[in-house]
């Protein structure tokens, strides 16, 4: 029996979010980056956990390639992304030497590093932690939710794209997240059609409504569709804030709304 997990860096988190998939490609680290993004402007303070190790995204798409992270007296010192650190990050990212450097390693080290990050990282008072998760549910998934689990309320926001082959995947995310207890805020259907950056006619390339099809036949909340936008795609390349510079955007109401109904539903379910 592992031993109690001691208050320590997480006590000032008022819940965790972990972003899940099955599916590699759906854009999980899209959706965490607008969910920190917008939760910021509805005036809460946001910390983002890459365990992405293989694929750390976090860093490009806030501008912060380079970053050191240091140590104090209390740990690491995350990353802020603004001068009032309203969002901060933890990534691998940080860690490498090079940008390009690979991280070739077996389950346990990836573990130990993950383990680390909810240990060591002084990350202060937040109103959310969202953790973006490579896909599946493997090593990382099982190491993060145990050493998560202690601390906080937990919840799990699902990514899919609207085409079968996604939502069958992710199926078996949902499967994951009961086995282990682990309650389901909603469903996210990323990619969902193409707005035309000329006409603004959204097009389903993917087909639609697999997402919400998914939610209602597992019996957890849709939290809504977010299109595809070069606006969105462009913003995340550029590490530009898209919820501020793109208002008029299609993709815009759609994340909004997203984390409008976190913030209304996360109180109740994970108390």
């Not at 969202?130 to 939710?145: F, I, K, N, R, Y």
């Not at 913003?235 to 955007?249: A, H, R, V, Y």
Request: contains cysteine; charged residues 20%.
């Amino acid at each position: 029996m592992e031993a109690a997990a001691e208050p320590g860096h997480l006590a000032g988190i008022r819940h965790i979010i972990l972003v899940l998939s099955g599916k590699g490609g759906v854009g999980k680290s899209t959706i965490s980056t607008e969910l920190a993004l917008a939760l910021r402007h509805a005036g809460k303070k946001v910390g983002i956990l890459d365990v992405d190790l293989c694929g750390p995204s976090i860093p490009r798409m806030f501008r912060a390639q380079g970053r050191a992270v240091h140590q104090c007296d209390s740990g690491w010192v995350p990353v802020f992304v603004d001068q009032e650190q309203s969002i901060s990050l933890m990534s691998v990212g940080f860690l490498l030497e090079k940008p390009d450097e690979a991280v070739v390693w077996r389950g346990p080290k990836k573990n130990a590093l993950i383990k680390q990050f909810v240990s060591d990282v002084a990350w202060g008072q937040l109103d959310y932690l969202v953790v973006d998760t490579p896909p599946g549910t493997s090593d990382e998934h099982m190491a993060t939710l145990e050493a998560l689990r202690p601390y906080s309320p937990l919840g799990a926001l699902v990514v899919t794209t609207p085409q079968a082959v996604s939502v069958g995947d992710v199926r078996r995310e949902l499967t994951f997240c009961r086995k282990t207890g682990l309650r389901v805020i909603g469903v996210v259907e990323n990619m969902s059609g193409f707005v035309c950056p000329h006409c603004a006619e959204c097009t389903s390339i993917f087909s639609r409504g697999g997402g919400e099809e998914l939610a209602r036949h597992a019996g957890v909340p849709f939290l809504g569709s977010v299109p595809l936008d070069p606006q969105l795609t462009r913003s995340l390349e550029e590490g530009q804030d898209f919820i501020q510079e793109f208002p008029k955007s299609p993709a815009f109401p759609a994340l909004f709304s997203i984390a409008q109904k976190i913030l209304n539903e996360t109180p109740a379910q994970l108390s």
